[in-house]
């Protein structure tokens, strides 16, 4: 950090900062657009719908997310991943809903 010029622009891909110092969690600043990885669809998912998906199901479920995420231009919301999530993979709703 002190070798950035103060004036100049800085020449960092991100600034890493503990969510603590801005009064926030990790959690709540998880967003989903059509650049997120699997990482956050499934950070999403198990966040908010309890759901955990195998590995290659987050592969494959990421780019249903990027897709919607292409064709509205904006964040995809947790709901709106809960229902692709739920018309991708209706098998797994099914066995969610005997489980809890």
């Given amino acids: 950090m002190a070798a ?3 004036i100049g622009p800085w020449r960092v891909s991100c600034l ?4 603590k110092d801005v009064g926030r969690t ?3 600043l998880i ?8 990482g956050g669809v499934a ?4 966040r908010d719908y309890g759901v955990r998906l195998p590995y ?3 592969v494959e ?5 990027q897709a919607i995420g292409d064709e509205t231009g904006r964040e995809v919301t947790s709901s ?3 229902e692709a999530f739920c018309a991708a993979y209706p098998e797994w709703r099914g066995e969610l809903s005997r489980n809890q």
């Fill in 56 to 58: 290659e199901r987050e």
């Fill in 26 to 28: 990790y959690e709540a």
């Fill in 80 to 82: 709106e991943i809960w």
């Fill in 61 to 65: 479920f990421r780019r249903t997310i």
């Fill in 43 to 46: 950070a999403v998912l198990e």
């Fill in 16 to 19: 890493p900062i503990d969510p």
């Fill in 31 to 38: 967003r989903v657009n059509s650049q997120s990885g699997k």
């Fill in 4 to 6: 950035q010029n103060p």
